[in-house]
Nanobody, 122 residues
Framework: QVQLVESGGGLVQAGDSLRLSCAAS????????MGWFRQAPGKEREFVAT????????YYVDSVKGRFTISRDNAKNTVYLQMSSLTPEDTAVYYC???????????????WGQGTQVTVSS
């Protein structure tokens, strides 16, 4: 069992930066690929980024490439999403997720956090 708790969301202005964190419980964090997804009102949950178990492989949705960076610290059982040059289109609830084994750009993850709201004003 893995429990995930996101933090770091908030209200920012367009062009600002924000860093989300996701703290995981348990001693097997390094066995899980981690991902960030987001869901805007009235839209389906969307893949944002994923990182492999040891952090050497990352994937991003095209709309955030060059603006968002996913990273992890296995010693702290934490995954991060550094977001910059935010736009109103980035407004959503952001979820972190854990997947045993390899990365995935689909929502085929084993555990999910409760989400953290990110609102970007224009």
């Amino acid at each position: 069992q893995v429990q995930l708790v996101e933090s770091g969301g908030g209200l920012v202005q367009a062009g600002d930066s924000l860093r989300l964190s996701c703290a995981a419980s348990g001693r097997t964090f390094s066995s899980y690929a981690m991902g960030w997804f987001r869901q805007a009102p009235g839209k389906e949950r969307e893949f944002v980024a994923t990182i492999s178990r040891n952090g050497d492989t990352t994937y991003y949705v095209d709309s955030v490439k060059g603006r968002f960076t996913i990273s992890r610290d296995n010693a702290k059982n934490t995954v991060y999403l550094q977001m910059s040059s935010l736009t109103p289109e980035d407004t959503a609830v952001y979820y972190c997720a854990a997947r045993f084994g390899s990365t995935s750009r689909t929502p085929s993850y084993d555990y999910w956090g409760q989400g953290t709201q990110v609102t970007v004003s224009s």
